[in-house]
T-cell receptor
Framework: SQTIHQWPATLVQPVGSPLSLECTVE??????LYWYRQAAGRGLQLLFY??????ISSEVPQNLSASRPQDRQFILSSKKLLLSDSGFYLC??????????????FGPGTRLTVL | KQEVTQIPAALSVPEGENLVLNCSFT??????LQWFRQDPGKGLTSLLL?????REQTSGRLNASLDKSSGRSTLYIAASQPGDSATYLC???????????FGDGTTLTVKP
């Protein structure tokens, strides 16, 4: 069976510090990978998605970046955090060529607080 | 640009009641629509996925319908239980490998 891991689960960082959040998927190959951010009481905002190693699409201009160094690893980074970067960060995966068609599965999330 | 709206934002019902959650979207050329449940502080759990060629999907007490022409989906929950209390989100995908657009969710409270 497939599982998705995110770490850390919670993180408190000062403004201006760097950030690295990691997401890994087990039990599948060549997944589509996604990073979302959820502000308090709101829906999900797609930040980045990737259809393969080294292929990253950015949806929202910001001081965040994403990388996919391995097939099942997706990393969200920042060189200098802003207060507005606080939120709940969720990683998700889906596959293209297997039913159910492109169902998305989410990780447990990382709660980031920037002080 | 696809926009997804969920109304109401919050709903409170007594235990045992049947209820309907609504999701509307502006671009009817969708690939699929997915309903999720989110408990406080947790990730999203997939409930039902409806492909664009389907009109409904069922899982236990849950039934999701899709009407592309009117840009609407509903999630029907039968015989609600306190354990159903959570936020329910719908997500619409336009293409096979592309992104999904999420609604802001409906927060459901089922009172014992």
């Amino acid at each position: 069976s497939q599982t998705i891991h995110q770490w850390p689960a919670t993180l408190v960082q000062p403004v201006g510090s760097p950030l690295s959040l990691e997401c890994t998927v087990e039990g599948t190959s060549n997944p589509n990978l996604y990073w979302y951010r959820q502000a308090a009481g709101r829906g999900l905002q797609l930040l980045f998605y990737s259809v393969g190693i080294g292929q990253i699409s950015s949806e929202v201009p910001q001081n965040l970046s994403a990388s996919r160094p391995q097939d099942r690893q997706f990393i969200l980074s920042s060189k200098k955090l802003l207060l507005s970067d606080s939120g709940f960060y969720l990683c998700a995966w889906s596959v293209t060529f297997r039913g159910p068609y492109n169902e998305q599965f989410f990780g447990p999330g990382t709660r980031l607080t920037v002080l | 640009k696809q926009e997804v709206t969920q109304i109401p934002a919050a709903l409170s019902v007594p235990e045992g009641e049947n209820l309907v959650l609504n999701c509307s979207f502006t671009d009817s050329a969708i690939y699929n629509l997915q309903w999720f449940r989110q408990d406080p502080g947790k990730g999203l759990t997939s409930l039902l996925l409806i492909q664009s060629s389907q009109r409904e999907q069922t899982s236990g007490r849950l039934n999701a319908s899709l009407d592309k022409s009117s840009g609407r989906s509903t999630l029907y929950i039968a015989a609600s239980q306190p354990g159903d209390s959570a936020t329910y989100l719908c997500a619409v995908r336009l293409t096979n490998a592309g992104k999904s657009t999420f609604g802001d969710g409906t927060t459901l409270t089922v009172k014992p």
